[in-house]
């Protein structure tokens, strides 16, 4: 696992536009989620939301990924992605671009480095990868994990633990 992807050491589209290196995240743990606004699992942005605040001032950070793959439950702009998110759920923490989640050629880099890393990728909305202080992933959760699941949160607090 030595050779596995670094996540830190990418760099993604933030959702209100520019670049944004991921080293800003190095020493954090992160939990990244790929995020629709029209799905049956979107009323986890609030779970979501509850973690980065529990976990913010611990290390954790929630990263959120749109994509538009599943059942086009994000078919909205950046602009429409933001207000839904802050107006229905509160959500402060970081969101990007709307990317693509599954292999192929238009997979973004993250999603590359962390199906590479899990052998897992998204088949739904809300999958998430918890991605340890060093940038390497720790585990994967499919959609039916809810944020507040205690599976979730002991492995988040051991991630936290971790040198």
Not at 3 to 30: C, E, I, M, Q, W
Not at 32 to 37: D, E, G, Q, R
Not at 87 to 108: D, E, H, I, L, R
Request: charged share 20%.
């Amino acid at each position: 696992m030595a050779d596995a992807p670094n996540l830190y050491a990418l760099t993604a589209d933030a959702l209100d536009g520019g670049s944004a290196p991921l080293s800003a995240y190095r020493g954090k743990v992160a939990l990244v989620v790929n995020v629709a606004s029209e799905c049956g699992f979107t009323p986890q942005y609030a779970g979501l939301q509850k973690l980065w605040s529990d976990y913010e001032k611990k290390g954790l950070v929630v990263l959120g990924f749109p994509s538009n793959e599943f059942g086009s439950q994000e078919p909205g702009t950046a602009a429409d992605i933001r207000t839904f998110c802050t107006k229905n759920y509160g959500v402060t923490f970081p969101m990007f671009a709307k990317v693509s989640v599954k292999n192929g050629a238009s997979q973004s880099p993250v999603y590359q480095a962390l199906t590479s890393a899990t052998g897992k990728e998204p088949n739904w909305n809300f999958c998430k990868y918890l991605v340890g202080k060093d940038g390497r992933v720790v585990k994967f959760w499919a959609s039916k994990t809810a944020p507040e699941s205690a599976e979730l949160r002991g492995a988040i607090d051991e991630a936290l633990a971790a040198k």
